[in-house]
């Protein structure tokens, strides 16, 4: 078995004093893609922003190629910013100038082309995530990055995450309350709720057949939409 690029283990998570996350567990592999789903409020946001070295955790740590880089000083975090976790925030409302990004992966994301300037949340995930992958990542976060999205643009950057992901080996992880986001890119599922795991496991089996009331809750409500 190959060993995780990224392994999160028995992460806390605290905001404002009260706890955001407790005890998560996880490992992904290169080149797959790990859906962390859950409700607004479950914690995704806080979760990935502490793997994604934002702010330490209370209790657990967070292993990148094997190497724990939970009590990282302030540049040690930096260099691992700029080489190897990137976290890509939810998309902004606002417009943005869309630029092409110099590098071969940023190349997979935009193509070149007049600069415009739209408010296009899309857009704004598009030049996000090519800046992410531009010098090559070992790990991209990514949360909820379809909100907002018009569906063709969504079809879009979903399709280009699973080319980058099958080219370049990165291994992602995506926050979501979309259970249709997982079904789309995800090989394995970390279900969310008030904080805790309430279930994991392969996506099609989690998604084919919940065991828990909030799993099919996410999942059914997609469905019915």
Aim: aromatic share 2%; charged share 25%; hydrophobic share 45%.
């Amino acid at each position: 078995m190959a060993r995780p690029v990224l392994e999160v283990r028995r992460l806390s998570v605290d905001s404002g004093g009260t706890a955001a996350c407790r005890d998560i567990s996880f490992a992904v592999e290169a080149g797959k893609v790990l859906c962390v789903l859950g409700g607004e409020g479950a914690g995704k946001s806080q979760l990935l922003r502490c793997v994604g070295l934002d702010f330490p955790p209370v209790t657990g740590s967070v292993l990148v190629q094997g190497v724990d880089v939970t009590g990282a000083t302030s540049e040690r975090r930096r260099q691992l910013r700029a080489r190897s976790i990137e976290l890509v925030h939810p998309p902004a409302p606002a417009g943005v100038r869309d630029l092409t990004v110099p590098g071969t992966r940023a190349g997979l994301l935009i193509q070149a082309g007049p600069a415009t300037t739209a408010p296009v949340a899309g857009m704004r995930q598009r030049i996000q995530i090519a800046k992410a992958l531009a010098h090559g990542a070992d790990v991209l976060l990514l949360d909820e990055p379809f909100v907002g999205v018009e569906h063709g643009v969504r079809l879009r950057i979903l399709e280009l995450l699973q080319r980058l992901r099958t080219e370049t080996g990165t291994a992602v992880v995506v926050a979501s309350r979309d259970a249709e986001v997982a079904r789309a890119l995800a090989d394995d599922i970390v279900v969310l709720d008030e904080g805790e795991v309430i279930e994991t496991g392969p996506a099609a089996r989690i998604l084919e057949a919940p065991r828990y009331h909030r799993t099919r809750s996410l999942v059914e409500a997609r469905r019915s939409a």
